[in-house]
């Protein structure tokens, strides 16, 4: 297979008209197969903003073509089948990890039971948007709980900063279910959170169609090991297993104090905690781009980190062109999120704007302290707005000079409920909020108008990772022989892919099991 890098495209082409401009400047004729294998926007010089690919073509003769690089295409590691149970393997949560894993244990073979607390993702759909337009929350099934996980309500964002062969194997199950082929190529590739709707759907079907069980409404209490046995308890049934999988997502803090008063290990993780922050797309998209036209560019992203003297301010999670969601899964608590359809057309960008917060800025050693930490801001968060399910929003501006807000300017904040205007220094301990606003001015130095005095602060975004950590051994298990930490919730991954790969991996180690 050929293999030819950093193709420079001044416009706009479907992949066809692709494929005959590289076949006519490379002089190929005899293409047997094209593949494109990554595209992205080289911006840095705002005259010269262009495409840049990388694509592979099967040639029916390689040797004719002597100064184009040969490539073999990546295989996946073997599987060894060595297990021989009666048991299903269950898999607890349906969110990214979950799924990977059951998808994984269907095509070898398997046929696992998937067990959800929360719904199906188009009875989901009504429960979360009952919550942005009624202020009614469902602690059962919301933004973080539910068929697909957190990720469902979000930008469906698949970059990572992992590497592993296992990543190109999720882009092509995604396409496989119904996402955009651009995602097995993009550079930063996205679904969207309107297509991941269908694309739940249609793993769903597929995985049942092969003897996979899906138990929804059905939330995991407790769990009791006899030997090689795990009894796992649900509200109203109860299974046995050897395999059990907890793909229980970063916000499961119910599930995380059974799992400790079992001893199950875990240990504290650093996360971060900190704010959303919001502009006019606009304004993103002329500082990236510049005002370049001719190339049908998608709405622009950014990613920033600033490194203080003892803390750093990143962004996280950037949705461009889309909206602030509400994202509490527990009554009297205020979380955020970010959310953007596959077309990114709303008016405003948002971005999570965190600080690190560290395992020893808690005293003792409870595991579960930075839970603590977080249940206690999002409370603050309910509290200062009004106790009513709105959001506490500031001006940058009133931030930055510590200040309540008394107006909204030229950027209206896109969280529904509701908002209430407010100084999030009064919510925010004083070493974040610091943090935070050293962070905007910086961040206004490499992208102008970043600290707009009207861009949006809400609060709080207290989500963006687990704070604990369940220990593995090599066989991926916790300190209990047959339970096996997996994804996000586990502090195993940090998005849609990462937590799905670890899915991917946790299954091998099942399928493996001797």
């Known amino acids: 297979m050929l293999r030819i ?5 001044y416009e706009d082409l479907s992949e066809e008209e692709l494929l005959n401009k590289i076949s006519k400047k490379y002089k190929i004729t005899d293409i047997e197969d094209f593949s494109i294998v990554k595209k992205s926007i080289d911006a840095r010089d705002k005259s010269n903003v262009h495409y840049n690919y990388a694509v592979n073509i099967k040639v029916k003769d390689e040797s004719k073509y002597p100064n184009i690089k040969k490539v073999e295409e990546k ?39 998937i067990i959800e607390q929360g719904f199906p993702v188009e009875d989901r759909i009504g429960i979360v948007e009952e919550y942005k337009t009624k202020a009614k929350i469902n602690t059962k099934c919301n933004v973080q ?150 190339l049908n560019l998608p709405s622009a992203e950014y990613k920033l980190a600033y490194h203080g003297e003892s803390r750093s301010c990143y962004t996280f999670c950037m949705c461009p062109g889309g909206e602030v969601i509400a994202s509490s899964s527990e009554p009297e608590s205020i979380v955020t999120n970010g959310m953007s359809t596959f ?22 050693d409870d595991p579960l302290a930075g839970i603590h930490f977080q249940e206690d801001l999002e409370h603050k968060a309910y509290l200062i707005a009004g106790s009513n399910y709105n959001a506490p929003v500031q001006r940058v501006e009133d931030f930055i000079n510590n200040q309540k807000s008394t107006h909204i ?47 949006i602060l809400t609060g709080v975004e207290t989500r963006s990772s687990s704070p604990v950590t369940l220990p593995r051994n090599e066989e991926l298990m916790s300190n209990i022989e047959g339970i096996y930490p997996c994804g996000e919730g586990a502090g195993y991954a940090g998005g849609i892919t990462s937590a799905a790969v670890d899915g991917i991996k946790v299954a091998i180690k099942i399928i493996e099991k001797e």
């Not at 890098?5 to 495209?9: A, C, E, L, M, R």
């Not at 006019?280 to 990236?288: D, H, V, Y």
């Open 145 to 294: 709980f539910g068929e697909g996980g957190a990720g469902t309500f979000s930008d469906g964002k698949l970059t990572t900063g992992i590497s592993s062969p296992y990543i190109k194997l999720v882009l092509d199950n995604f396409y496989k279910f119904g996402a955009p082929k651009e995602i097995t190529y993009l550079s930063h590739p996205h679904i969207g959170t309107d297509n991941l709707v269908n694309i739940l759907k249609n793993i769903r079907e597929y995985i049942t169609s092969k003897g996979g069980t899906y138990y929804f409404n059905t939330k995991f209490t407790n769990f009791q090991k006899n030997n090689q046995e795990i009894k796992v308890i649900c509200e109203d049934k109860e299974f046995i297993t050897d395999s059990l999988v907890l793909a229980i997502g970063h916000s499961s803090r119910d599930t995380l104090y059974m799992l400790k008063d079992n001893n199950i290990d875990m240990i504290r993780k650093n996360f971060s905690v900190g704010v959303r922050i919001e502009h006019k797309q606009s304004m993103i998209n002329e500082s990236q781009y510049g005002n370049i036209t001719r």
């Open 409 to 455: 300017g030229s950027i209206i904040p896109s969280y529904k409920p509701g908002y209430t205007l407010c100084n999030l220094r009064e919510i925010l301990p004083n070493f974040v909020s610091q943090t935070l606003k050293e962070g905007i001015l910086y961040f206004d130095t490499k992208i102008k108008g970043f600290a707009n005095p009207d861009a």
């Open 5 to 9: 890098d950093n193709i420079k495209i």
């Open 343 to 364: 077309k990114r057309d709303k008016e405003n960008a948002n971005s999570a704007l965190l600080v690190n917060i560290q395992t020893t800025d808690f005293e003792g």
């Open 75 to 113: 295989q996946l590691p073997t599987i060894k089948h060595n297990r021989n149970s009666k048991y299903q393997p269950i898999i607890i949560g349906a969110g990214p990890a979950g799924l990977f894993c059951a998808l994984t244990l269907i095509d070898n073979g398997y046929k696992p039971i």
